[in-house]
């Protein structure tokens, strides 16, 4: 989907993402993924992803809480707050509190950019990759904890930050993907001419490594400035 990156009135260069979100396993996907524009600054992007925990009570609904949590709390801010560690760190913190309500735990990481600059930050084992200037691949949520979880009160989330430019990509991802399309191939998806089908390409390489299921809930957002 083409979106066009618009500063003072003047487009930018075109944004692209790609969203893909499926069960696997279970009947009941728990992952939730959210992308949408600050309602009040069309040039600034908020994106989430979540992954909860199976196996225990209310892992979807911790999952679902934590990105509408975080985008209805950073709406209500300016967009240029976003930009600062000590606003993000108090949104994360309103985050681990309302989804410890669910009784749920979930991981977590939300992003906030614009056409130059990204923040986010990580809780859990989802991971966001980059590509750099040189069209290599780096993890920017390398440095988060997996535990304590988000939904216990007491989670710890590492802030990242990022400068951005034109024709960088992002990649969002459950471990769903990563663990099982395996690092290589995320790799070489990110990288990929063919940008616009990184989840039939991950979701095709999944299969080839581990049957004629997924193993586990599938989701990713893939961004292309």
């Excluded at 069960?23 to 939730?32: L, R, Y």
């Excluded at 600054?41 to 925990?53: E, F, L, P, R």
Aim: with cysteine.
């Amino acid at each position: 989907m083409d979106l066009p990156k618009v500063v003072n009135g003047m487009n930018i260069w075109p944004m692209r993402h790609h969203t893909h979100t499926e069960a696997g396993g279970d009947e009941e996907n728990e992952d939730f993924l959210l992308m949408r524009p600050h309602p009040q600054d069309n040039s600034v992007w908020i994106a989430c992803i979540a992954d909860g925990q199976g196996g225990r009570f209310n892992g979807a609904v911790a999952a679902q809480t934590a990105c509408t949590s975080y985008y209805e709390q950073a709406a209500r801010l300016s967009s240029r707050d976003l930009f600062h560690e000590k606003t993000q760190q108090d949104l994360f913190h309103q985050v681990d509190q309302a989804v410890a309500l669910t009784e749920g735990f979930t991981t977590f990481i939300a992003v906030v950019f614009d056409h130059s600059s990204l923040i986010g930050g990580s809780s859990g084992d989802s991971k966001v990759y980059a590509t750099t200037r040189l069209g290599s691949m780096e993890e920017l949520t390398i440095q988060q904890r997996k535990n304590p979880p988000v939904g216990s009160a007491e989670a710890v989330f590492e802030i990242f930050t990022r400068p951005l430019f034109p024709k960088l990509r992002l990649l969002m991802v459950t471990d769903g993907v990563w663990k099982y399309a395996g690092h290589e191939n995320v790799k070489n998806a990110l990288e990929a001419d063919a940008f616009s089908e990184v989840a039939s390409v991950l979701r095709a390489a999944t299969l080839t490594r581990c049957g004629t299921t997924l193993p586990d809930d599938f989701s990713l957002i893939g961004i292309e400035l």
